[in-house]
């Protein structure tokens, strides 16, 4: 199985050495790790910044994971939360809900209700864990 990880990386590189967004998405997303293909965070991470500052919404999200938890780049959640808006904004759901997290928890930027339940309604149609979240603050406070 690993010969065919090899000849996917050789080929999505090419593309994305000459300019392909979509390929270098998935470079950075068969190195974050695959079914019996190694993590290698560094790799990830080069070719998440490049799709992500191509405007991915996917690599922007996945992106923003890295710097809120710190894995193989300093934590850094004000990014985070950059990165996931810009993603957001462009429909993403997860991100939408991880936004609103950021918001619900002040993690970021700033605490506020009011836009955790904007970006949690976003994420609801596609995110179960986003209406969950939204009826708990709505609930709760």
Known sequence: MRQYWTMAIRWYRKAAEAGNVTAMHWLGRIYAGQEEYPEQVDKAIYWLKQAASAGDAQSQGILGTYYFNGEGVRKNRPLAAKLYRASAEQGDTWSQYLLGLCYQD????????RWALHWFDQAAVDTPEAKKAAKKLRENG
Not at 106 to 113: A, L, Q, S, T, Y
């Open 106 to 113: 002040g993690d970021g930027v700033k605490r506020n209700k």
